[in-house]
């Protein structure tokens, strides 16, 4: 299994509240994505990287911010976390991007009331 | 834009029976495609990818999909179910447009009846 790990796998905070999802590889792939998995949405992305300090917007970025100071670790931030912003979120790395396989992580559970 | 409609949201068959789950994408130029599998509370995993070689692919637990470019699909098929199948599958394309982003489909859920 590619290592990819995600923390914390499950949170629960308030509405109001910043939150920082991270995610953490050790196979030195370019590219890391951020997505969030709801019902009847399959799967969206967030944000993705393509390099330490590139990254660009997926189709539903609003309200959330990414950063990545090292190829290892790629962070999701939410900057003041919202109900609607309840969901399962996944990190996955690609080697080469659009053409190749993306390897996902287990996933955090968050929960904002 | 590019997209994927998996018809279905939910599939059953019974142990035994053909598998067939299906995936449309629409993609002005050629695609790259992807189905993966997720077992529950788990990530999504790789079953097999399609990327401009063969137009069969086969891929793991023994299912395969066939590109077809006139009718834009990308089914998943296998021959004879088993319990261990049941699960959700994703289809996911990306193109040279798209850049380094995928886009999946809103998912399958394969229930497999003994």
């Known amino acids: 299994d590619a290592g990819i790990t995600q923390s914390p796998r499950h949170k629960v905070t308030e509405t109001g509240t910043p939150v920082t999802l991270r995610c953490h590889q050790t196979e030195n792939h370019r590219y890391m994505y951020w997505y969030r998995q709801d019902p009847g949405h399959g799967l969206r992305l967030i944000h993705y990287?393509?390099?330490?300090?590139?990254?660009d917007k997926g189709e539903v970025s609003d309200g959330y911010s990414v950063s990545r100071s090292k190829t290892e670790d790629f962070l999701l931030t939410l900057e003041s976390a919202t109900s609607s912003q309840t969901s399962v979120y996944f990190c996955?790395?690609?080697?080469?991007?659009?053409?190749?396989?993306?390897?996902f992580g287990p996933g955090t559970r968050l929960t904002v009331l | 834009a590019q997209s994927v409609t998996q018809l279905g949201s939910h599939v059953s068959v019974s142990e035994g029976a053909l598998v067939l789950l299906r995936c449309n994408y629409s993609?002005?130029?050629?695609?790259?495609l992807f189905w993966y599998v997720q077992y529950p509370n788990q990530g999504l995993q790789l079953l097999l990818k399609?990327?401009?070689?063969?137009?069969l692919v086969k891929g793991i637990n023994g299912f395969e999909a066939e590109f077809k470019k006139s009718e834009t699909s990308f089914h998943l098929t296998k021959p004879s179910a088993h319990m261990s199948d049941a699960a959700e599958y994703f289809c996911?394309?990306?193109?040279?447009?798209?850049?380094?982003?995928?886009?999946f489909g809103t998912g399958t859920s394969l229930t497999v009846i003994p």
């Open positions: 990287s393509y390099g330490v300090k590139d990254t």
């Open positions: 996955a790395i690609s080697l080469a991007g659009g053409i190749d396989t993306q390897y």
């Open positions: 399609y990327t401009s070689a063969a137009t």
């Open positions: 996911a394309v990306s193109d040279s447009n798209t850049g380094n982003q995928f886009y």
């Open positions: 993609s002005s130029v050629p695609p790259y």
